[in-house]
């Protein structure tokens, strides 16, 4: 399994271009030590490498595909509420790319 | 030393179905901003992701004109990624098991010969927003979350800048006359991402590839593709290494320009989307998706060969599909008539709609009156004159051409008993011509002629008039 330490945690960070406070990375690291440890609890169950990954519960199909209808869209206002801030009707975000 | 290009091509197609394609959110173009969104599109909590089924008869029709194999099994994938465009937090693909697999696209180059490039993949996935990038912000618009793609991602056969120019135009050709999709790069609607790397000829080893995006034209495919072949031999030549990163077409300086080196590789943890059951598709729903398809271009091109159009006319009427649909409704009421409507659309009609600065979409005139109107010249009824006079009052109110013949009294008189007794008073009547014509003066059969148009207000058949006269002439 992974080890997580700050350098890795650094690095994803930076690779999705922000970063943190040190207290921020104790805190996660100590968030990832009590996942890996659960994870680890999953690990001592017997048998576990003859089981298949599964995606669903049952092994079940459908045939369902949805008529292609158009449906009103949500209000201007609802789309942009959960927004800081809008210019324009869109919404504005800190530029990322050069 | 010589080298070789090694091209593949990714094309995104979105399709012109009314929903999105996991939602009944509007599919739109130049709607208002943030107008055309349903929950599942803003990743509301609580939304699940419902499969569209004219994306999927799209996707099975597309599949099937680029000779693929169609799985009748439709499994999703997520994309995990974190970016703005996609609030989700990832993109509903197809990675594991695309849609279509294994085909291949014929393509006809400039010295006549023809290539296969075969095709890899076709998969559906969902559209991300649209982000306006201004100076100092970004700018989020969410209609675009969710229009349904396809992708089409080719193998790197591709040698060269014109290849890949014809490979793209084969395959908007397919897209738009399945209308699958309006195929317009410069709106975005298809867009392609090429992958350029080159090598020593006679190597079997690949070079560092380097991806150029932003291509708005096929023409600039080609220019892009070519600048940057040349690009990388010069770097190889002086003993540069290329390095791998992402480029993007720079139209006005006309070549390629860095936008990002690439690193790592991202990772996009890909797996199983969970709220979509894996759907089967019965053989009749894949063959009639297939069985009620559009017809596509090539099929098209065959048929107008065989109602005797030349390649170039064939080529020339599939070039625009408002125009075409014009021409195949005309020739679906007498396809016998298919080489005089070319001629009509193509010279006429477009001369009309360009001065008029209209599309073929607003043009009156129904294929059954130009028909009418074809019939009446056919049959010497109207000079091309008349029938240029007869055509500028059909485009205003769309009437048969005997009913505005009749109307503007322009039909042109072919009787031969009618004609032949009005030659023979104008020949009475002007005796030097017939010494002239005696004489060797042929010029005279044109003077006899004006005077019989000029006598009968231009309504008799000219041709049939000199024919007539010149017998008389002979006789006397």
Same mark, same amino acid.
């Given at each position: ?98 | ?143 675009? +979350?969710?229009?349904? =793609?396809?992708? %089409?991602?080719? #193998?790197? !056969?591709? /040698?060269?800048?014109? *290849?890949?120019? &014809? ?65 990388? +031999?010069?770097?190889? =030549?002086?003993? %540069?290494?290329? #390095?791998? !990163?992402? /480029?993007?077409?720079? *139209?006005?300086? &006309? ?222």
């Amino acid at each position: 399994m992974v080890k997580y330490d700050k350098a890795l945690l650094v690095k994803c960070a930076n690779n999705l271009m922000f970063d943190m406070s040190d207290e921020q990375y104790e805190v996660l690291l100590k968030e990832f030590d009590v996942l890996t440890k659960q994870m680890e609890l999953l690990g001592e169950i017997d048998g576990l490498e003859n089981v298949s990954p599964m995606t669903f519960p049952f092994d079940i199909y459908t045939d369902y595909l949805r008529d292609d209808v158009e449906e009103p869209s949500l209000s201007k206002d609802d789309i942009l509420r959960n927004a800081k801030d809008v210019v324009d009707g869109q919404i504005k975000l800190p530029k990322v790319v050069g | 030393m010589n080298f070789e290009a090694i091209i593949g091509i990714e094309i995104h197609v979105e399709m012109k179905t009314k929903s999105k394609m996991f939602s009944s959110g509007k599919v739109s173009f130049g709607e208002e901003p943030n107008t055309c969104v349903r929950p599942l599109d803003m990743a509301f909590p609580g939304t699940m992701p419902i499969v569209n089924k004219q994306a999927v008869i799209n996707a099975i029709r597309v599949s099937n004109a680029l000779n693929m194999k169609i799985d009748h099994e439709l499994w999703f994938d997520r994309k995990n990624y974190f970016y703005s465009d996609l609030p989700k937090g990832f993109q509903i693909t197809q990675q594991a098991r695309p849609i279509g697999s294994k085909g291949y696209v014929d393509i006809k180059l400039n010295d006549g010969s023809s290539k296969r490039i075969h095709i890899e993949r076709l998969h559906m996935e969902e559209d991300t927003c649209m982000q306006h990038h201004m100076a100092d912000c970004t700018l989020v618009d969410y209609n675009r +979350a969710g229009t349904p =793609l396809v992708e %089409i991602v080719s #193998e790197p !056969e591709i /040698r060269s800048g014109e *290849e890949a120019a &014809k490979y793209v135009d084969a395959i908007r050709s397919i897209v738009v006359f399945t209308e699958v999709s309006d195929g317009k790069m410069e709106e975005g609607s298809l867009r392609c991402d090429v992958n350029v790397s080159i090598r020593p000829c006679g190597s079997d080893k690949y070079g560092t590839k380097v991806e150029v995006k932003n291509l708005n034209s096929i023409a600039n495919v080609q220019r892009a593709i070519d600048y940057e072949v040349s690009r990388q +031999a010069k770097l190889l =030549l002086k003993g %540069i290494p290329v #390095e791998q !990163e992402t /480029r993007r077409f720079d *139209e006005i300086k &006309k070549e390629t320009v860095m936008m990002r080196k690439k690193t790592d590789a991202v990772d996009y943890k890909y797996f199983t989307e969970p709220n979509i059951i894996p759907i089967r598709l019965s053989d009749k729903f894949v063959q009639d998706a297939i069985d009620t398809c559009p017809e596509l271009a090539s099929e098209k091109y065959e048929r107008y060969i065989s109602l005797g159009l030349s390649e170039d006319e064939a080529n020339q009427m599939l070039q625009d599909l408002s125009m075409n649909r014009y021409f195949d409704e005309c020739v679906k009421i007498d396809s016998s008539k298919a080489k005089l409507f070319w001629n009509w659309i193509n010279g006429d009609i477009l001369a009309y709609l360009n001065k008029n600065n209209l599309s073929i979409n607003q043009f009156k005139v129904s294929p059954d009156n130009l028909l009418s109107l074809i019939i009446m010249l056919e049959k010497g009824e109207l000079s091309f004159n008349q029938g240029r006079k007869v055509f500028e009052n059909m485009v205003i109110d769309n009437a048969s051409a005997i009913k505005i013949a009749d109307e503007l009294g322009l039909k042109q008189n072919s009787n031969v008993d009618e004609i032949q007794s009005l030659v023979d008073s104008v020949i009475d009547s002007f005796p030097q011509s017939v010494v002239d014509y005696k004489n060797g003066k042929d010029r005279a059969v044109g003077f006899l002629v004006g005077q019989i148009m000029k006598a009968s207000k231009g309504k008799v058949n000219p041709q049939i008039a000199n024919k007539l006269v010149v017998e008389s002439l002979n006789k006397r």
